[in-house]
């Protein structure tokens, strides 16, 4: 797995990213991310954190290459996510969770190379894609504008976008929102 952009600084100072009051059980994890990648059907379900504090590196990286760039090899393709987009991710399915929604996040897009970005119809050329800083998905059975209201809501989201054709952004970037 490489380094991209700014996100292996990220790691080596892990964000402090719970609240005191969300501890966890040394006997069940919680901090686990349930995603489904909607090319290949492949599903991951692993903690990223074992005490909410440290990022537990196996998981991490099993969720990095969930969202990994499968248009290039994954020497190319794999690369360090931003822990905060994972964080960030975590809250969503976390909030689908409290309502009754135990579907995975299925994955449009993740990481993106340059190349692949190029490639990608409306994407932006400096797209934070590039970066591993953002995402775009859906879950089964959630309307994309609900999806996209319960991002914005989700503490530290930055950017969130709502395309009609059937996927929500979500990016670690300024905060924004628009429907595409
Ligand atoms: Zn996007």
Redesign the pocket.
Known sequence: MRAVGATAAALAVPAVFLSASRRASAAQPQYVLWLERMDTGEQVADAFSLDGKSVYNPGYYRLCAALRDAHVAPAEGDVYISITLIELLWGVQQALLEQGVRQPIVIH?GYRTPETNARTEG?ATN???MYGK???FEVPGVDIYDLANLCWECPRSGGV?AYGGGWV?L?TGPRRYWSG
């Open positions: 897009s994407a797209s934070l894609h953002a995402v775009d976008g952004h990016d």
